[in-house]
């Protein structure tokens, strides 16, 4: 992969109940979501965390949930954790064993149980999106300014068979702007300019953290999937988070059905959906990427993004230089905060707030109209782009 993949989100969905933000001082903590967040590839997560993680949160995730919320700002006993969260003792010492074997908490020094990788709650993430709204508004206005130039851009490097700006602009922006060389350069100053110390061993090998969904919830991320038939390939990217609602990428339930990928290449820009098996169609239906003969996923070609990586790349260069203009800002909230108290190290906190910022970067761009709006009712396949070729 080229530098970028390096710093592609995987999301790993986390469900519960309706969210509802922690009431702290009252005796029950109501349940809420938390989705959890991994910054990095495969191989760094093998070296985080174990094997059964994925399977031990899965199988356990309301109770476990309320656990890592309770103790999310503070280190707590297990007399007091069971006391804030009205779990019965039995089966709060399951979900300690379960989390301390998942390495999600560990205990400290005054027989205290401390999570061991941020946990956003909806109360710190809005004190997070006010540290970070004045970096969030440079960038947007930075963004925002070289938009004309980029759209006249691709306009003349289209393919025929290429979308409408209207129907590309999210990829474009939001994955190889935002969650791209923006990134990227981002990761490249933190080690020109030594910010790479505020990272432990762990955390340098994939950052990670949770946030609880509530109505301060800000993230962006993508997930990137390559399939090959042959010499060819496509790729898929789902963008993914707060602005777009989806915390659940319903492609992973078909990702490794024959069928699925054989479809993948039997789209064509000059044939459409013509040549898809009834299995095919079957499939990209339950995923609402096709209706009524239709293809509704807009498709790329892989050479009309190598056209505009010169200015994609410089918009994103430009955009990190903002951010680490106000670097401090990032390390001054992680100072100020709770978390500061009993985590090791920054690293998954800067992280944190670099998908926040890249929501919030997002959520501007579409309020001024320098984005196209994002429907209240989010279809399956909005934010979900084919591409046809190789980029990475």
């Known amino acids: 992969m080229g530098s970028l993949g390096r710093h592609i989100a995987i999301l790993i969905l986390v469900f519960a109940h309706a969210p509802v933000a922690p009431c702290r001082g009252q005796d029950r903590l109501p349940p809420a979501e938390l989705s959890f967040w991994t910054v990095g590839g495969a191989e760094g997560f093998v070296q985080r965390f174990p094997a059964e993680f994925s399977q031990s949160y899965a199988s356990g995730k309301t109770d ?25 003792e039995s089966q709060l010492q399951e979900i300690i064993s379960s989390l301390e074997a998942m390495r999600l908490i560990r205990r400290d020094g005054h027989d205290r149980w401390a999570t061991t990788v941020p946990v956003i709650t909806d109360r710190r993430m809005k004190g997070i999106r006010e540290d970070l ?109 707060a602005l777009f609602k989806r915390f659940e990428i319903r492609m992973n339930a078909h990702r490794g059905d024959p069928e699925f990928s054989a479809a993948l290449f039997q789209i064509t820009p000059e044939g459409g959906i013509d040549s898809l098996t009834e299995r095919g169609r079957e499939i990209l239906s339950a995923l609402d990427w096709i209706a009524d003969d239709r293809l509704l996923v807009p498709e790329v070609q892989a050479s009309t993004i190598e056209s505009l990586r010169p200015t994609l790349d410089a918009i994103g260069r430009g955009a990190a230089a903002l951010v680490f ?20 190290a920054s690293g998954d906190y800067i992280q944190a707030c670099y998908h926040t910022l890249f929501g919030a970067i997002l959520e501007q761009l579409a309020h001024v109209g320098a984005l196209p709006a994002v429907p209240e009712s989010v279809p399956e396949h ?3 782009y084919i591409i046809l070729g190789r980029l990475f």
């Open 133 to 241: 709204l004045p970096i969030a508004s440079a960038v947007a206005r930075h963004i925002e300014r070289h938009i004309p130039q980029l759209q006249a851009l691709y306009e003349e490097v289209r393919s025929p068979h290429d979308p409408s700006w209207k129907d590309v602009a999210h990829l474009l922006i939001d994955k190889f702007i935002i969650d791209g060389t923006f990134h990227a350069a981002i990761g490249s100053l933190e080690r020109e300019r030594g910010a790479q110390r505020y990272y432990d061993q762990d955390q340098q090998s994939l950052a990670a953290f949770f946030i609880e969904r509530g109505e301060n919830f800000s993230s962006f991320g993508t997930n990137w999937y390559p399939f090959t038939a042959g010499d060819a390939q496509r790729e898929v990217y789902v963008l993914h988070g």
């Open 382 to 384: 909005f934010g979900v």
């Open 64 to 88: 476990i949930d309320r656990i890592l919320l309770t103790i999310a700002e503070e280190p707590l006993t297990q007399n007091q954790i069971q006391q804030r969260s009205a779990v019965s």
């Open 325 to 344: 203009d106000n670097h401090s800002v990032i390390i001054d909230s992680f100072n100020s905060s709770t978390y500061s108290r009993f985590l090791y």
